[in-house]
């Protein structure tokens, strides 16, 4: 199983980011996928996951009402929709997918996607 995660960029405090994440190898219908990040000097952190058929969601604090997920198992990709960014979001995004469902710091994920650097300038 390949994940990749794409998307990222630079963007100024305000905006918009549209993360993707797309699997090879595997469908992913049958995993949940969750968004992590980390930025520089800081621990990885859980961001939001998504069941595998879609109807369970989780957001951490940080990003409730701004960041939402979403998943189109029919082509294998998951979106992660990032509104009112903040400097404070500027990461490096990864996404992973589990069989059963996200841990917190995405520890004991099964497959784990290369990163996507989100900048955001103030």
């Known amino acids: 199983v390949q994940l990749q995660a794409s998307g990222g960029g630079l963007v100024q405090a305000g905006g918009s980011l549209r993360l993707s994440c797309a699997a090879s190898?595997?469908?992913?219908?049958?995993?949940?996928i969750g968004w992590f990040r980390q930025a520089t000097g800081k621990e990885r952190e859980g961001v939001s996951c998504i069941s595998s058929s879609g109807g369970s969601t989780y957001y951490a604090d940080s990003v409730k009402g701004r960041f939402t997920i979403s998943r189109d198992n029919a082509t294998s990709t998951v979106y992660l929709q990032m509104n009112s960014l903040k400097p404070e979001d500027t990461a490096a995004y990864y996404c992973?997918?589990?069989?059963?469902?996200?841990?917190?710091?995405?520890?004991?994920?099964?497959?784990w996607g290369e990163g996507t650097q989100v900048t955001v300038s103030s």
């Open positions: 190898g595997v469908t992913l219908d049958s995993y949940a």
């Open positions: 992973a997918a589990d069989s059963l469902w996200c841990t917190t710091s995405g520890v004991g994920m099964d497959y």
